[in-house]
């Protein structure tokens, strides 16, 4: 169930609680950065450190191996690329069209 | 059948914990309330109550602790005093925005500084605003019934919301008073097993106290509000079945001798007993005044209050007040009654004075003392003489 997101204070769940569990997804934060981090996969070594390091949980394990970042909740903080050991991550401008 | 017993009113308080069979007591000692925690330790300790005392360093992690277990679904109890109460101040106001119904015994005592552990009301009015249920107790036997009251009150599923009972550091705490204790088994079923209306379950887990951006924010302040509102009627029915059941009857708006009075002390917590000796001073002096007690203080009974001071005999209160309100309106009590009445056709005059700050006793001299100034009042028609701000301390060494 999506709450909504604009409820009356009667349609507000009691004290303001999340009865919902994970319902963090329907929140998406990727339009707050202005940096989206481009990984390099000739340089990636699958490792792995920028989906732990990620504090938003925005890495996903593709196919092969590899991570990408789910711009939809991406912040751009940028913490990826600065832990990569492989430095195959940059932070580029985000350019909407 | 509830034998009258000579007990210290800290006790019956922690007595009356016991009998609410709390199941998480988290608390930490400081004067004047050490005595009801380390009752409850001893009960925990001795096997005497099942619930799990937690020991923690101070007075913010007790509360914290506290919403915790009550978050959990527990049935929790605290008390505190002064500066423990001003630093548990961030907690106490998560308690109620998470509506979990923790009740607290509250000895009242003056803040610092200078430092002083004697009886005034300025903890509880720096609370005030905190979103608790708020009541006063003016004797060892009220401050025993209303906690055993708070648990029915804060836990009732229309009101989910925490309790703090209030009660006079010393004058009351640490005194022997006759009490009828209640038996166990006479009181268990007044207090049924608490069932929350949300909880922290694993198996189905939701988030209790998450971010409310601006979106959210409003609404949920406004459902708490009306939920405090919304309490004054579960108030009510408590007060009513402990009535019913055991003959002694609590109302949110106390009186004596105010049916035909023209002049009403007005005031809360222990002094109203004394205040209530100085009107029968002044009636043998064939003077028409009467004491006004403000039991609750939170949610505030406007419409109770308007019905003992407006369109009656009434003409003129004196508001006393245990606490400054540095810099504004002499005290709060006093600018919440002025404020109740404003939009009233037919009301009495105000007046405010202060008294009794850190444990400074208030003589029957000095309440007749009040009754003189809302004579004054009265007499002169100015509702608060020249200065209508300036803060009148009865008992102040000029």
């Known amino acids: 169930m999506k709450l909504k997101e604009k409820p009356t204070w009667r349609e507000l769940p009691f004290a303001c609680c999340i009865p919902e569990p994970g319902n963090s997804v329907y929140y998406k934060t990727g339009d707050w950065k202005t940096l989206k981090p481009v990984v390099d996969k000739t340089k990636c070594i699958k490792c792995g450190t920028c989906w732990i390091f990620c504090p938003e949980y925005a890495y996903e394990e593709d196919e092969y191996g590899y991570f990408e970042s789910n711009l939809e909740y991406c912040k751009g903080c940028g913490i990826c690329a600065r832990e990569c050991p492989a430095q195959c991550i940059t932070m580029e401008e985000e350019v909407v069209e | ?398």
Not at chain 2, 61 to 82: D, E, H, L, Q
Not at chain 2, 183 to 197: G, L, R, S
Not at chain 2, 223 to 249: K, L, N, T
């Open chain 2, 1 to 398: 059948m509830a034998k009258r017993t000579g007990i210290e009113v800290s006790i019956a308080i922690a007595e009356a914990a016991r009998q609410a069979d709390v199941d998480v007591v988290s608390a930490y000692p400081i004067t004047p309330q050490t005595h009801i925690v380390e009752h409850l330790a001893q009960l925990v300790a001795d096997g005497d109550l099942d619930a799990n005392y937690i020991t923690v360093e101070s007075e913010h992690t007790a509360m914290s602790a506290c919403v915790g277990a009550s978050a959990a679904g527990a049935r929790v109890f605290t008390s505190t005093s002064s500066q423990g109460l001003a630093l548990m101040n961030e907690i106490v106001y998560l308690a109620s925005s998470l509506r979990t119904p923790v009740v607290m015994a509250l000895a009242n005592r003056a803040l610092s500084g200078p430092i002083s552990i004697w009886n005034d009301h300025s903890d509880v009015m720096n609370e005030r605003d905190t979103g608790w249920i708020c009541i006063f107790a003016n004797n060892g036997q009220e401050a025993y019934d209303l906690t055993l009251m708070a648990f029915r009150i804060g836990e009732d599923k229309r009101v989910m919301l925490p309790v703090m009972i209030n009660f006079d550091g010393f004058i009351l705490t640490h005194v022997i008073e006759p009490i009828y204790m209640f038996d166990d088994d006479e009181i268990a079923d007044f207090i049924p097993p608490y069932e929350p209306v949300i909880y922290l379950d694993t198996d189905n887990p939701i988030t209790m106290g998450p971010v409310g951006v601006p979106d959210i924010y409003t609404e949920a302040k406004k459902q708490q509000e009306v939920a405090i509102r919304e309490s004054r009627s579960v108030i009510d029915e408590v007060f009513d079945e402990f009535a019913g059941r055991y003959g002694r009857r609590y109302r949110a708006v106390e009186t004596y001798k105010a049916e035909d009075a023209e002049i009403v002390l007005l005031a809360q917590g222990s002094v109203i007993e004394a205040a209530e000796a100085a009107v029968d001073v002044l009636r043998d002096q064939g003077k028409k005044v009467g004491a006004v007690e403000l039991r609750l203080w939170r949610p505030f009974p406007f419409d109770d209050l308007r019905e003992v001071l407006c369109g009656t005999s009434i003409k003129q209160v004196v508001v006393l007040d245990r606490c400054i309100s540095f810099g504004g309106p002499i005290g709060p009590v006093l600018s919440e009654v002025r404020s109740a009445l404003y939009l009233e056709k037919d009301k009495p005059m105000v007046v405010g004075v202060v008294a009794g700050l850190g444990g400074r006793d208030i003589h029957l001299e000095e309440y007749i003392e009040m009754f003189r100034i809302g004579e004054e009042c009265l007499r002169t028609g100015k509702d608060a003489g020249e200065e209508p701000e300036l803060v009148k301390i009865v008992g102040l060494r000029e």
